[in-house]
Nanobody, 115 residues
Framework: QVQLVESGGGLVQPGGSLRLSCAAS????????MGWYRQALGKQRELVAH???????NYADSVKGRFTMSRDGAKNTVYLQMNSLKFEDTAVYYC?????????WGQGTQVTVSS
């Protein structure tokens, strides 16, 4: 079993930055793929950024050039650096670790972009 705990959300002005963290504990396997997702009020959950089990990273078009996903294997932690935040980035952000057998989600952290 794997437990995921996100942190780092909060209230930020447009143009500001936040860094989200997702700490994993439990039976960690290095071959998990990892993702950051978000769900705005009244909308479906969407993929924001993803790191494959092989280490390649990709991003939603809406965040390319502004968000950077990284991982620290030694700490079993993934990060999402969010720069140049916009009103439309407001959402609950979730991390996910998964492979063909298991699928784990964190509880989510709220990001609110407001002036």
């Amino acid at each position: 079993q794997v437990q995921l705990v996100e942190s780092g959300g909060g209230l930020v002005q447009p143009g500001g930055s936040l860094r989200l963290s997702c700490a994993a504990s439990g039976s960690i396997r290095s071959i998990y793929a990892m993702g950051w997702y978000r769900q705005a009020l009244g909308k479906q959950r969407e993929l924001v950024a993803h790191i494959s089990s092989g280490g390649s990273t990709n991003y939603a078009d809406s965040v390319k050039g502004r968000f950077t996903m990284s991982r620290d294997g030694a700490k079993n932690t993934v990060y999402l650096q969010m720069n140049s935040l916009k009103f439309e980035d407001t959402a609950v952000y979730y991390c996910r670790f998964y492979d063909e057998f298991n699928d784990y989600w964190g509880q989510g952290t709220q990001v609110t972009v407001s002036s």
